[in-house]
């Protein structure tokens, strides 16, 4: 049973700007606040921006300021918008429930400097 579906992924320069989207199965999406997790082969997964069912969104230290978490309730999509982006940020991120379920694909970023 697929949950989270991510996309959006792909290759751009410092500076450069991506648009992450997941569509999430509707149980989850409607009743659970939902995240937006990065790793780094090797690293430990890092929660770096979530939504709570109520509106409220927060942000890792590392990522305040350049990215943006949104829902569409309509398309039950959660989107990730990554300005100003750093080579420090390639990393494959996923979407998912707080706490964590059964985890997606992911979807690759890839930064050069």
Request: proline fraction near 4%; include cysteine.
């Amino acid at each position: 049973q697929v949950q989270f579906v991510e996309s959006g992924g792909g290759l751009v320069g410092s500076g450069g700007s991506l648009r992450l989207s997941c569509a999430a199965s509707e149980s989850i999406f409607r009743h659970w606040a939902m995240g937006w997790y990065r790793q780094v082969p090797g690293k430990q997964r890092e929660l770096v921006a979530h939504l709570t069912s109520g509106g409220s969104t927060n942000y890792a230290d590392s990522v305040k300021g350049r990215f943006t978490i949104s829902r569409d309730y309509a398309k039950n999509t959660v989107y990730l918008e990554m300005n100003s982006l750093k080579p420090e940020d390639t990393a494959i991120y996923s979407c998912n429930s707080l706490p964590p379920q059964t985890w997606g694909q992911g979807t690759q970023v890839t930064v050069s400097s």
